[in-house]
Structure formats: C-alpha cells, structure tokens
C-alpha cells in the first residue's frame, strides 16, 4: 500500500514570517513536525527575488541539508495584468514562468503553482495560461518539474475551470502538468476568522465561500489520476484534535482510496494570531497521520 | 524583523529639515504575503487624527527610492521583497506634532488573480502611534 | 527567534531510539530577563497531563552539552545566552505519544540580589503542546 | 541651563528580545524615538558573554556608528552565591567586576551598574561589596567608567543602603562610584501587571512595592549630588500621555532643580506583551521631553 509523504507551507506562517520567524525557525519548525518536505512562496522566501544573492542560495541548500528537509511545490504567481493599463503578452507570460521553473529548479523544487490571472467572476483563467504553460513544457520536462495549477475553493472539482486543465492534460498528453487540489474546497463548516479578523455578516455575503463550499471528498477520486499535489488547507483545530472545518476523515480516506501517494503539505489558513501557526500545523501533522494510520488498519472506511 | 501588524511603531516620523518640516512617514511592511512587483500597488491612503491624505498625493519610499503614484504604477522590474519595510511618505508643512496619533492606511493591492471589476483589494488597517521628534 | 512564551511549540519531542523511546524533551527559553550561568539554575520540573517529573531528575541540554542537576549545580563557567534556548530531558520509557498535551515548567533559577532564604525563584507557565512524533 | 540626555535600556524589551527583536532592531527602535544613548544589559545583549566573538564585535561598533546611538550604562550581575554551597570570595568578585568593567569599556560604554548580593529582607548588600569595588576604583578610573550602584524600590533614598554607598564616597573621595536612580523609587500608584501577569491580591500581600514606595520626589535634591544616572523606570502610559504609575511632573521638576544633566534611560517594566514596549517607550521619551521643555518654559514649577 502506497503511503502519504508530509510537507508544509511556509505560508502557513504568513504574518509571523519576518516578523517572528526567519527562514531558518521556518525549516526548523517544519522538520520538527516530523514532516520531510518544505513548500515555499517563490516571491516570498526567496530574499531578492527573482535573482537570489549566492550568500541567499548558499543559505538555502545548507538548511535543506541541515534540516533534511526535500523542496516540493514552489509557489508562483503571473502577473497577467502588469499595469493598469496593459496584460502581460503571452510571451511576457511564457518569460515569467520559464524564470520561475529555473529559479525552483536551482533551488531543487519538483513542482511548482502558477496563478493566472482571471478573467471572470467564475475565475476562468486568462486564456493564454495555455500558450504560457505549453511553451514551458519542454523546459519543465528537462528541468523535471511538474506545473500544476491550484483547485482552490470556490473552484470546485466540477467545474469548467478543472476540466479545462484536464483537458489541456489529455490533448498534449503532458507528464508535466497536472492538478494541485486545495483541501479548503471540502470545508464543509463556516470559518470564524480571515486573516487577523473575525468575520462579520458583511464579509459572509460578499464572500460566500467563507462558509465551505463542501465538495464532497469522493469527487476527488473522479479526478485523482491528475492530482500530483495536495495542499492540506486548514484553518482550525481544536484541543481535542478536531478540525472544526475540513472533514479529514472522509477527504483522507478518499485520497488513500485513490492510491494518491504524494505530498499531504499542511497549508494553515486560520487566525493570524502571532505563533498560533506553529502549534496549528503541529496539530495537523499529527491528525493526518493518525488517520492515515487508522485507514491502514481498516478503521477509517 | 517587522511588527506583526501592518503599521509599525518605529519609522512613524516627520520628514524635511528640523524646523521647516515638509510632511511626514509612516513605516509599514508589505500589505502581502507573499513580495510584490511595485506595478501591482495602486498607492495608500493615509488618515491622521481623521485627516484624510489620498492616496493620488502620497509617495512610496523603499529602500534607497521614492516612487509617485504614478511611477509606482508603471515600475514593473523593483519588487517589495516580503522582509522588507516600506514608508509612506505624505506632505504636510510643518509635519505632525510630537505625541500620540490615530494612524491609518488603506493600501490598495491588485491581484491579478481576482475578477478584474474587483481586482484592487483594499487592505485597512489603524492604530495608535507615536510620533517622538518635532 | 523564540517565542514569546517559555514553552516552546517546536522542540517538545519524544528522545532515544524510535521504537524504543527513553524519555522527551521540552524546549524552552531562558527563565529569565539576561544571560545565565548554569549555577544559578537550579532544576526544572515538568509536568504533562498531570504527571509530575521532579527537577532532581531532569536534565537541561544546552548547545551540545547535557547536564543533571548536580553537575548544573557546580556549573559555574558555562553559560545560558538570553537568544538560546536549552530543553529540559524527562526519563519516561516509551516516551510520550503524539498529540496535544498539558505541559507545565517550573524554573528555579537563584538570584543572590534576593533574600537568601527566598532566593530560588520559581518561574513557573503552562500550555497545550503537540507532540509529533511517536 | 543644563538640558537632560536620553537614551533606552534595551531591558526595555525584554521578553519581545531574541522573540520579535534582533539587536539591530532595539538599535533602530531606540535611535527613531530621537534617544542618543543605548543602555544594554551585558549579559543579555552581548552575546558569546563575557567573550563575545569578534564578529559579534564588529557588528556591534557598526551598530553604534550606524545609528549613532552612544553606549550609557553596561548592566552588570556578581553572582555572589556562586554555587549553594559557596559564595564567591572578595577576589573572585572583583574579578567578575574587572572583567565586566573591560568587557564596558571595550563597548564604550561609561557606566557600569553591579548588581550586588544581598543578605537580608532589607536588601542590604553583602559587605564584600565595598572590597569589589575599591579593588577596582583605579582601573575604572583608567578606563573612565564610573560604577553606579542602583537605588531600586523596595530601597528609597533615605535608607542605609543609599547611605552606605554616600559614605563610600565620601571615604574614598572617588569619582568614579556614584549612585543611579531607578524612578520606580518614585511609584505612587499601583501597578496592574508584573511580566505578563495580571496583579493579583495574594501576589500584593507578598510584593507590596508593587504598590509603589512613594518617595517624595523632592528627595532627590538631597542625593543629586552623587547621583550619576537615572534609569527612568516606567510601566504604564495611557492614551492621553498620562503615566499611571509614575508621577513624572513632581520627578522632572526635581531632577531639573538639581541640575543634573546626565541620562535619563527608558526602563519600560510594565506589561510584556509582544510589541507593547516599542510604543510604550516612544510615549515616555515624548512625555519626558515635553516636560523638560514645560520646565524649562517656567511652567512645571
Ligand atoms: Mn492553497
Ligand atoms: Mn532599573
């Protein structure tokens, strides 16, 4: 029986970053959840981006080696809207993401998240995603990268938008992309904070995906053949190790039943309350893991 | 390292020779999680003890450079790494007294990956500050 | 950097051989406002989910080193820095299982700037920490 | 008229030190509140104490150049009960206060405060005290560093302590032993945290300085003479500028009248929660200018 790799987000720290954390107590509070991959905001962790000094890399690859932790999904963004008053050209575009398949690939990534722009308020991806990503695949083939765009809430699995994906998957027959699903898409219980905020009615009505927009866990086996990454989104746990958002018992057990054997990285989304992060994915680690272990044993379904 | 909160004690200060003072700075980290391209910053709105300073007027500074709004909005090669500190730096003769001051700012931040009716997000954010030298 | 609080999340872990764990540790920071010699600490007691472990028995590892309370006690060269942080080492066969946990730490640290009768001072916090690692 | 110099203690953030603060950071915060001195605790800030690395060396002068903060007072601990089974002998504690006395010195530092033993419920120094410092009058006279012993509540100025450093003095006829004033001496109003603890009523019946020991601030004049530095101790300043706890108008009208015109050296102690003592210390150094400048202006009688 496959089994599931861990990992975690630096952007699970998000507002402690810089702020009570380095990169180092980032790698060190990873490590020491027992996880063995690191995922990274490419403009974020990489201090000069898009152009690290060697001082800057030649920190990086000693704390990969001292904390043994392996680079998984490198976090990037296209700026499809440039300015005000010009979009990126698909060169421009194509340009940005060969840049950042380098970049991740020094830095040893093995996958990375583009985010396109949007055209609509059902989030259709700019149409060039396409003539971006399909002149990268060669490089990202060399490079063995594997591109792979975010399902993330309130994208859900059937939707225009993953299909498009899949299909672009089938017509090119690519090994070189492939589907990153987000776990917010299962939140089936409303969250109570965004951000440093508690949310108020106003926000609820304007961004009615605040609530869940419960998916249910078994669609992920509909398109499980193209899942190459997980972000393990979360937002709260409580003291008893129950996550008062994301059903893990029927999402774990559909992504074991798929046979899903790679990254369960452990993305924290909750109260940006200074050092509330580090113990939240703590926690995490620890649920996913009993889980995993109960659905070995037969106990999960 | 930088406060956890968007607006920062230290850096809240007048700016313009002692004496003839020309305006002032208010210190914030980046209003992102992750570095921004500068062209992607729409400008910040500052308010003082509910003095609006919009944010057509008011200037960024980011390590040695000072970018007008509309330099900022075409600057599309400097980026505001995620460590880094940025001032906000409005005109105001004669600054702002010494003492304790209600201190706002909205940054407008475009995200590409937002529907492109609603793609400037406004990030507000108030607190008390001090500001220490006349 | 450490967090604010004594007890730190990362670091609180089983110790010994996996499969045939020997005790835990919990990391914390230094109990005190300045830098350290390790003769004026005088032991740490820890106590998880109700269970007590008395500071007789603890060990406090620093850097590389480790030591018991008597050899802590007659410590007088090496020292604690206010930016390090030490763990305290608990003797539990089988170690702890993985999960959230009660963990409270009382610091004796002696200050010769207080009464000699009353100069061991106890700090003492508590919190919930996980576990990761069986 | 002599004007008051001021500067920070770094003791002022402590807790927030090494958790959101680096040593640059405290070099930053104190040199934007418009302080020119910086007062460190050495074992504390110096790290690699009592023999910090060259490197950290040359970072700390590059510190002091940069944000042209000049070094005050260097705090400083004789650990007198050594070991439980031993005290330290009169050349071992004059050999910790040389050392400490170098250590300052090589910093830049001009003062130097010991932190004696004590041997009773009245604070009462341990007697080798006296030996320590006359031991060490000729180097600190070499180095020009006066050592400034602290007058801290529960110990008010008119006390056998205070009088037994005058008396030292007096002997020795040195000039380089004087007394520092803690301001907490001059508490007149209770505080409401101890750390980031909330004051509770078993916690006053066993502390009751924490209910302030009320020095009339006119008490000053009668030691101004001795007096070579002034930790300005502070817990609590509210939104209007008003201090809870410390009567600062009565306190500046004193020490101005004296004529003292040394420091005056932020030591915020009140609550430790993260960041608040940034702040907290830019509101003292505002409220103490401007009651200098109201002094100065005849209006603060
Ligand atoms: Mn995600
Ligand atoms: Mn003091």
């Known amino acids: ?301 | 390292m930088l406060e956890h909160q968007l607006i920062q004690s230290t850096g809240f200060r007048n700016i313009g020779p002692v004496g003839a003072r020309t305006g002032f700075a208010v210190r914030i980290r980046i209003p992102n999680y992750h570095g921004t391209r500068l062209s992607q910053l729409d400008g910040f709105t500052v308010t003082v003890d509910g003095e609006v300073y919009g944010f057509e007027q008011n200037r960024l500074g980011i390590r040695d450079e000072v970018y007008v709004l509309a330099e900022m909005r075409e600057e599309t090669t400097a980026r505001w790494g995620l460590l880094e500190w940025g001032e906000i730096l409005v005109d105001k003769p004669g600054g702002l007294e010494p003492g304790i001051h209600k201190v706002e700012v909205l940054a407008r931040i475009r995200y590409s990956y937002f529907p492109p009716d609603v793609h400037v997000f406004p990030m507000h954010e108030a607190r008390l500050a001090t500001l220490c030298v006349a």
């Open chain 1, 1 to 301: 029986m496959g089994s599931l790799q861990y990992g975690v987000s630096v952007y699970s720290y998000v507002n402690d970053y810089g702020s009570v954390m380095t990169l180092e107590d980032a790698f060190d509070h990873i490590a020491d959840t027992g996880a063995t991959g690191i995922e990274i905001l490419g403009e974020g962790q990489v201090e000069g981006y898009p152009e690290p000094s060697s001082a800057w890399l030649d920190q990086w690859f000693a704390l990969v080696d001292r904390y043994k932790l392996e680079p998984t999904n490198f976090c990037a963004w296209v700026d499809t809207r440039i300015t005000l008053t010009r979009n990126l050209t698909i060169a421009e575009g194509a340009a940005e993401l060969a840049r950042d398949l380098r970049l991740a690939h020094r830095l040893g990534f093995k996958f990375l998240r583009p985010k396109f722009g949007v055209t609509s308020h059902e989030l259709d991806p700019d149409p060039q995603w396409q003539a971006y990503v399909e002149r990268n695949l060669d490089l990202a083939h060399q490079l063995g990268i594997i591109i792979c765009p975010e399902i993330h809430a309130p994208t859900p699995i059937k939707h225009r938008v993953t299909q498009g994906y899949i299909d672009f998957i089938e017509r090119t027959g690519t090994r070189n992309f492939g589907l990153m699903i987000d776990t917010g898409i299962f939140q089936d219980r409303p969250l109570t904070h965004w951000g440093s905020h508690q949310i108020n009615d106003e926000m609820r009505e304007h961004m009615a995906f605040l609530n869940g927009i419960k998916v249910p866990p078994e669609q992920f086996l509909d398109i499980a053949q193209y899942v190459v990454f997980i972000q393990a989104k979360f937002h709260d746990i409580d003291d008893t190790l129950e996550d008062l958002n994301i059903p893990w018992r029927p999402v774990i057990a559909a992504i074991k039943r798929s046979g899903y054997s790679g990254y369960l990285s452990s993305e924290y989304e909750g109260l940006r309350s200074p050092w509330r992060a580090i113990d939240q994915v703590r926690r995490q680690q620890v649920l996913l893991r009993k889980l995993e272990r109960e659905y070995d044993l037969g106990l999960l379904a």
